[in-house]
């Protein structure tokens, strides 16, 4: 129901916020606010600089679990 209220535009946004918590892990979902995805990029704002480094650090990571639990075929 959420799919089709949001739209095609934001259905991407939709599936990362849902796992997001799965993919990143409980502290790090705590300490950082997805903030937009547009044109395969995604925006995640932290709470400071620290959390930044550490996103910084997992960035293949996180991809590898957000194409294995969501299924983009590219991101």
């Known amino acids: 129901m959420i799919y089709r209220i949001a739209g095609g535009k934001y259905r991407e946004l939709i599936s990362i916020s849902f796992a997001w918590k799965r993919i990143v892990g ?30 910084v650090l997992q960035k293949y990571e996180i991809l590898r679990r957000m194409v294995a639990r969501i299924g983009f075929a590219e991101i």
Do not use: G, P, R
Not at 33 to 49: C, D, G, H, T, W
């Open 26 to 55: 409980k502290l790090m979902a705590e300490k950082t606010i997805i903030y937009k995805f547009e044109n395969n990029v995604l925006f995640v704002n932290v709470s400071n600089n620290i959390w930044l480094q550490e996103l």
